[in-house]
């Protein structure tokens, strides 16, 4: 099929974006339809009168976003349900009205490529964020705790517990929230759930008759668009800075659900200001809204005073806090909880029981014994020197090879952000050829994070070095030297 373009050489817009910004609204507007071939990028250069490398950049970049796929020699072919089909974007402005509830078969997995279970080859050296140190898990230990209590107390995995949780896990949870967030709960606030995945379901379930629209970070975090994009009510994306969610930038109307990430924003890393948190906080009262604030990976900052998290300074009124295990101890425990203002705790709970009648007993009584013991706190203070250390290499790596590199949000968690230099390619395009090297980096809109512009400036590439050896820190950071050198 021939593809009408219109370009302008005048135009600020780079080239290869007007190319893949028109190529892309071709495709959303149906008139590309799966599996039909773009034409080779040669012949389309020779049609727009431009060079075939412009062609090829734009290509790449619908590639490495999922609205194409090479099929060996034979080109370049249309996806069967590109990623943001399935929202009407009103273009220039900052409301999204979803439209038919999205086939989530099309959207991206929130498990890495090549995680078991996950699919697809997983790059070798791979800075897939927020995954924890393989070997960080405290292995010994668990299987000490796991075969004392299946001695002791079997009558447990014959019955039913709490729907909210173990009464001992959500004490130890309480406990270390207070000390460690700041956040004064007792343990009939919370609720344990299967990961931080679940937590954000059970809070937007809970809340979803009280909300008119809902308020996310742009970019935000993958699995919670994944929510909030099927839920059938308005979205409004609120940019993020340097300091976290734009708070000026809020709607006012009132009875809004917003999820927000405070302590590290996912992806960009920043952290917001303490005006920005109290900011937020008063909008929350002033339009009668409600807060989810996932606290992902608060367990691990390196540089600065720890902050208190924003249900810490909101005294229990309109924060619901998503916790997680996942990234302290391990995904695979699949633990996380909620904690609700004391009004909600009721409706959670018959909530969290219509939905799964609660947790598997053992392993919810292996980390409330591991907490109560001082492992957890000890596991902790191991992990954040070794993830310091992963941190300090690869901000040292990036730095000298890369000629002082700009990086930001890595004073905590588990992944930062290498803000690329003027006149490198952008971050989609570094995300593909690393690729081919068997490096995985990720673009904001990508891995496990989504952007609703992605026409929107590329040059943010994010690396998760937790799961990474500072020999393959280095090993990957001198391989992109090598793709890069002939680049730049
Ligand atoms: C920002 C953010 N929130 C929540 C989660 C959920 O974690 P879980 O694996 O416990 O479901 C993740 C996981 O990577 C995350 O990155």
Redesign the pocket.
Known sequence: MELTLTLDAKSAKPLQAQVFDQVREIILDGQLKAGMALPPSRLMAERLGISRNTVITAYERLAAEGYVRARGTAGLFVEPIPPDSLLLIQRGGQTLTNGPVPDESSEPL?CFAGSPGGGGDRPELDFW??RSDPVGFPLRIWRRTVNRLLSDETAYLTDYCDPAGLPELRVAISTHLRRARGVSVTEDQIIVTT????A?NLVFNLLKSHTRQLCIENPC?L??SLIFRSAGLTIHPVPVDGEGLRTDLLPRERGSLLYV?PSHQ?PTGAIMTLTRRLDLLRWAEETDSFIIE?D??SDFRYDGPPLTALAGLDGGRRVFY?G?F??SVG?GL?I?FATVPRMFWGEARMLKARMSNGQAWLEQAALAAFIDEGHFDRHLRRLRQVYKARRDCLVEALKRTFDGAVIIGGESGLHLVWQLPVGFPSARQIQVMARERGIGVYALSSG?AYDFDPGAEDNMLVFGYSSLTETQIGDAVERLRLMLDGLV
Request: aromatic fraction near 12%; charged fraction near 20%; proline fraction near 0%.
């Open positions: 929130l964020v927020g990961g931080g995945q679940d954000l975090y699995g919670a990430t996912f996932d992902y990976d998503a997680t996942s990234k995904a699949r996380g496990a």
